[in-house]
């Protein structure tokens, strides 16, 4: 419900910015206020962005995922990236083996650039109208269940908003 909630603000704030320098404010100002960069919050409660692709269609495809938690004694935010493979031609047994795995610190410009895919996945959700049987899933969600988004459809701007996020955190 909060969710919901948050989503129709924050697309009304959107769409009141007379320019574009107003709605970047408006994101930049959100950026600051309700970052969920809590080094608290993140140390009880680690954030996770799970991605899914569709390189073979309906079966599916290659698997991403980030881990974001904090370290309260060195007041540092972390984040533990994979990405796992997926054999297409062999669905049944699909082999998936991890082809990349890092920890990187997270400094202010990535957390920003967190802050900013979760806005633009929530914009995402709103407009997603996607029955089919094959296209990329998104999520974010906190282990402790206060905060979901689930997102599958075929809309490319989803995964060029992805592919961003991995740019601005040097993870491609």
């Known amino acids: 419900m909060t969710?919901?909630?948050?989503?129709?603000?924050?697309i009304v704030l959107l769409?009141?910015?007379?320019?574009?320098?107003?709605?970047?404010?408006?994101?930049?100002?959100?950026?600051k206020k309700n970052s969920f960069f809590d080094l608290y919050?993140?140390?009880?409660s680690n954030f996770y962005i799970t991605t899914k692709f569709s390189e073979c269609g309906e079966w599916g495809g290659h698997k991403e995922g980030?881990?974001?938690?904090?370290?309260?004694?060195?007041?540092?935010?972390?984040?533990?990236y994979y990405k796992l493979s997926f054999d297409c031609e062999n669905v049944q047994n699909a082999n998936i083996d991890t082809l990349v795995h890092k920890t990187i610190l997270?400094?202010?410009?990535?957390?920003?650039a967190i802050n900013k895919y979760?806005?633009?996945?929530?914009?995402?959700k709103v407009r997603s109208k996607f029955p089919g049987h094959s296209g990329n899933y998104f999520t974010?969600?906190?282990?402790?269940?206060?905060?979901?988004?689930?997102?599958?459809d075929a809309d490319k701007r989803n995964l060029k908003s992805?592919?961003?996020?991995?740019?601005?955190?040097?993870?491609?």
Do not use: G, P, W
Request: proline share 0%; hydrophobic share 40%.
């Open 66 to 80: 980030m881990k974001i938690f904090s370290d309260v004694k060195r007041k540092q935010y972390k984040l533990d």
């Open 15 to 31: 769409t009141s910015c007379k320019s574009k320098t107003q709605m970047e404010q408006v994101l930049a100002d959100m950026n």
């Open 162 to 172: 992805y592919s961003h996020l991995l740019k601005k955190l040097r993870l491609n």
């Open 106 to 112: 997270l400094n202010s410009h990535s957390q920003n």
């Open 41 to 44: 919050y993140l140390s009880s």
């Open 118 to 124: 979760l806005q633009e996945l929530v914009i995402a």
């Open 3 to 10: 969710s919901r909630i948050i989503c129709v603000v924050f």
């Open 140 to 152: 974010a969600a906190s282990a402790d269940s206060t905060f979901r988004i689930e997102l599958y």
